[in-house]
């Protein structure tokens, strides 16, 4: 099987649709590299998504499973995935988090817009992963990215997450870690055993308590944009944090 390098885990996987193997081309490994993970579609999973979303397809049946099993299993690597838009400025990731529909996207488009897109680069606009590597937190982009496929291979300095809300005023604040435990666990992939549970909540309050997490309530234009950036951006400071690719 094809093997790829996911947020900097090696791991194999098949498609048989182009959905899938398209998406995942930009994440191929070197033949010679082992991997971590063997993944293979689930005829169950597969049976469940056709009658829950029977106006889908195969392609996309076998996407959405591969990429849940995906985002299961790197938990054991001190990952996890959130449901959201994730976008890079100065060397920093900055990830937007929201329910489907509710504008994680049209934000980050709208710090596009604000800093211009050679400035501000999507790294993913719906499942990137979250790893601690040497006791940094990353962001990174996964070739599970949404209707739009927009994704980088690269991982970027974690600098902060946001909660998004739609609201007729623009405001953000600052979230404890307890405030930011349910808005984030609501938008990500639960371990199917009890053990992976565990190492998931361990991860989060780790997370959490690690990186600054903000509930912005705002309407999609380019103020919202300019609020979250001015906050969320905090003071600059130099520091070893790279960009791994």
Known sequence: MPVYVIAGIAVEYEGKYDTLIERSKKYLADESTAPLITIKTNPNVIENLRKRYPESNEAEYEYTDIGASFNRAIIDYDGIMLHSSAVAVDGKAYLF??????????????????????????????????????????????????????????????????????????????????????????????????????????????LLSSVPCYSLICRADIEAAEIAYNAMKGEENENKSKILP
């Open 97 to 206: 988090s929201a329910p489907s529909g509710m504008g994680k996207s049209t934000h980050t488009g709208l710090w596009q817009k604000l800093l211009g897109e050679d400035k501000a680069v999507i790294i993913n606009d719906d499942k990137p992963v979250i790893r601690k590597i040497d006791g940094e937190y990353y962001a990174f982009g996964t070739p599970f990215s949404g209707k739009h496929d927009i994704s980088i291979n690269k991982g970027f300095p974690l600098k902060g997450i946001c909660f998004v809300r739609r609201g007729e005023e623009n405001s953000i604040e600052r979230l404890s870690t307890k405030d930011a435990v349910t808005p984030f666990l609501n938008q990500t992939v639960k371990p199917a055993n009890m053990d992976g549970y565990i190492k998931m909540l361990s991860l989060t309050d780790d």
